[in-house]
């Protein structure tokens, strides 16, 4: 794939041109308003918004190059904001497809890399989502299939959710099948 506004750029010039081009929008966004709303190439959305899916794009697509080179990954407790994210769009997971959103949303509790307990929605034990902090991120940002992971969902809902689960914008997308997408073995 070619991209003629990196010219010729190639290894480290390139890895710079980079860098330099994330210092720029980090400044731009430091300077906005968090409510303004900024064009992209989907959908606009609050600026705030904006910072967070952005964060979403890099660490899927990061999780697709590990993927690709057998590596594990090292995450950190900055995952937090992927999941709050996968929590925040549980009814676009709904609407994208052209479902009624069910009511209400599923308990959420995961487990943070560090060992901490983090939950959003009200506790029901009835309608949940348990589990890795770190799967439930792959789960919405469609870089694993729920049956991949050790996630568990009690309800119907909550199964339906995971299943299709989308935390970025663009029409409905299926997850990845079950078995194709993981850490390949070194």
Known sequence: MQFPWLGDLQGRALFDAWQQGAARVAEAYEAADPKARVK????????LSSITARQMETWSHGQAIFDLLGETR??????????????????W????????????APYVELTAPS????????????NRVTGSAVEFAQIVAQTRNWKDTAVKANSEVAERWMQQAQCFAGPPNSPPAPGTRFCAPS
Request: net charge negative; no cysteine.
């Open 115 to 126: 060992g901490a307990i983090w939950s959003w929605n009200a506790p029901q034990e009835a």
């Open 93 to 104: 997971s709904f609407r994208v497809w052209g479902q009624d959103v069910p009511e209400p």
């Open 74 to 91: 090292h995450e950190s407790d900055r995952i937090r904001n992927i999941a709050h994210l996968g929590v925040a769009t549980f009814g």
């Open 40 to 47: 992209w190439l989907g959908p606009e959305m609050s600026a």
